[in-house]
């Protein structure tokens, strides 16, 4: 059984190792080193079953399945690309099955903590690389009507998913007392990074979540402890940090397709002439430019309203930090246990 898990983590690292590469070189993972990886993942599988490993699969299987979920949802709510949700499906299929233990369905959350804490670190350690080359930066500003109102926000999508998540799974709260705080701080550094977790239908539906359970009887209103407060206005105070260089300054006649241009430039093409200029500006993944729009950017700069240089959205290698965050989990499972 144990050949049959190093082959399953060869396959895993290699191929995590693989599509995070070219991820960062061109922006995209290739759907044939996914689907070869479910394919050749097969060979491991069958062996590890054959070996005397086939107990450890239901578990596994429900775990992954849960997962799975929340990674498709993590893609239809453009918080990842199609290639991000695919390769974190590909990953967690090549997860060795016996390093899920029993019906802990906390593994089906863990693994996106071992992603989002590496990228939050990437973040941060660019932020402090672009100031330290002072290199040119969007100023936002924000109020402090804008800040309370960004806390209060995420206070209650953090109160939502953690009352679910606990009612849902209560042995997590039990068995790994730690496990919800850092599920918390995960899913707070979301809601701050992620711009539709600030929009009022998804507010709305958090709402919704504490009003069911509210009338169910599985949650009371409370007021929040000062170390919630904390930790709250910590990550904050660093999504602001690491939000220093969110968009990228680059020379207009360099724009490709693929990129997304910060909505204050997609809004400004509305005075513009030129035809095929982008109209999407919600800086979302559905805001991509086609290579035609791209080709209608470059010709907007010759034009009498044209700038030289225009704002772009800071692309975060998913994939990489997807690749990464496996490693992580697999390193804490073989020699934390």
């Excluded at 191929?15 to 922006?27: E, Q």
């Excluded at 513009?272 to 791209?294: D, K, Y």
Aim: charged fraction near 15%; include cysteine.
């Amino acid at each position: 059984m144990r050949y049959a898990e190093i082959l399953e983590i060869i396959l895993m690292v290699a191929l995590g190792g693989y599509c995070g590469w070219t991820d960062l070189k061109t922006g995209i993972v290739h759907n044939r080193a996914v689907l070869a990886g479910l394919l050749f993942g097969l060979v491991p599988h069958g062996m590890n079953m054959l070996l005397g490993g086939l107990p450890f699969y239901p578990a596994w299987l429900v775990c992954m399945l849960i997962a799975d979920l929340a990674a498709i949802g993590m893609y239809m709510g453009e918080i990842w690309a199609a290639g991000d949700a695919k390769l974190f499906i590909l990953l967690y299929y090549l997860f060795p099955p016996r390093l899920i233990e029993g019906a802990n369905y906390a593994f089906s959350i863990i693994p996106f903590i071992y992603i989002f804490v590496p990228a939050l670190i990437w973040l941060m350690a660019d932020s402090t690389i672009h100031l330290i080359k002072r290199e040119p930066r969007k100023v936002t500003k924000i109020t402090a009507r804008d800040f309370a109102t960004r806390y209060i926000t995420i206070l209650i999508e953090t109160t939502a998913f953690l009352s679910l998540m606990l009612v849902l799974f209560p042995q997590v709260g039990i068995s790994q007392p730690i496990l919800p705080m850092m599920l918390v701080l995960a899913y707070s550094i979301i809601c701050t990074r992620i711009r539709i977790m600030r929009t009022k239908l998804i507010l709305g539906g958090h709402l919704l979540v504490l009003l069911v359970l509210w009338i169910l009887k599985l949650w009371e209103p409370a007021f929040p402890s000062w170390e919630n407060i904390l930790l709250l206005l910590l990550v904050i105070l660093t999504q602001r940090y690491c939000g220093l260089y969110d968009y990228t300054r680059i020379p207009t006649s360099n724009v490709k397709e693929g990129m997304i241009l910060s909505a204050e430039n997609v809004i400004r093409f509305k005075k513009s002439r030129v035809h095929g200029l982008p109209q999407n500006f919600s800086e979302q993944l559905s805001s991509r430019i086609t290579s035609v729009e791209a080709e209608a950017v470059r010709r907007w700069e010759k034009s009498v309203n044209g700038e030289p240089f225009i704002w772009i959205v800071r692309k975060v290698p998913f994939a990489m930090m997807i690749s990464l965050g496996f490693v992580l989990w697999l390193l804490s499972r073989i020699y934390g246990r």
